[in-house]
T-cell receptor, first 113, second 110 residues
């Protein structure tokens, strides 16, 4: 099976812009989670989607949002970008929303100038 | 955000030796634990997992030990190889959320 894919892999934006990142989970996986990874804060949970519904949400401002489509693909959006949003954004998928292994994609590296 | 991850501890190990990476988890309600390996420029890669009804699980060259009494998890890598150089994270899962540890950088010395 193909792994989790994320697009784009790299992105440069300026402050105030918005960005949309895409994630395609492993075939058959219905749960998708998003994480932000920075050197100073490590891996931080953004949100989780299962069957098009947001099941869990981390402590991020409302500028961070996401959605999941009927084919389990997911997008996350960040509006009004700030310099501090520069990070590696990781998507992970698992078969269900129960406690089981999440498989990560390669991430999208976002640089905000 | 919900995470820990400030300074990254480093473990340096001679090639061929065994490595032991430790992780203290925070939530006594966590009953599923995972170890991930992250190489530079890549996403975390699953290594091994363990559920709370076990205290030891072995994979290929890796062993995970769980001590629920002191909320401690360890990853043992046998005969460490240069390709094992990476950052290793543990994750705990209380209430269907995944909480990642700080991460430990493993450096394999030739």
């Amino acid at each position: 099976k193909a792994g989790v894919t994320q697009t784009p892999r790299y992105l440069i934006k300026t402050r105030g812009q918005q960005v949309t990142l895409s994630c395609s989970p492993i075939s058959g996986h219905r749960s998708v989670s998003w994480y932000q990874q920075t050197p100073g804060q490590g891996l931080q949970f953004l949100f989780e989607y299962f069957s098009e519904t947001q099941r869990n949400k981390g402590n991020f401002p409302g500028r961070f949002s996401g959605r999941q489509f009927s084919n389990s693909r997911s997008e996350m959006n960040v509006s009004t970008l700030e310099l501090g949003d520069s990070a590696l954004y990781l998507c992970a998928s698992s078969q269900t929303d129960r406690q089981e292994t999440q498989y990560f994609g390669p991430g999208t590296r976002l640089l905000v100038l | 955000g919900e995470s820990v991850g400030l300074h990254l501890p480093t473990l340096s190990v001679q090639e061929g030796d065994n490595s032991i990476i430790n992780c203290a988890y925070s939530n006594s309600a966590s009953d599923y634990f995972i170890w991930y390996k992250q190489e530079s420029g890549k996403g975390p890669q699953f290594i091994i997992d363990i559920r709370s009804n076990m205290d030891k699980r072995q994979g290929q060259r890796v062993t995970v030990l769980l001590n629920k009494t002191v909320k401690h998890l360890s990853l043992q890598i046998a005969a460490t190889q240069p390709g094992d150089s990476a950052v290793y994270f543990c994750a705990e899962t209380p209430a269907y959320k995944y909480i990642f540890g700080t991460g430990t950088r493993l450096k394999v010395l030739a």
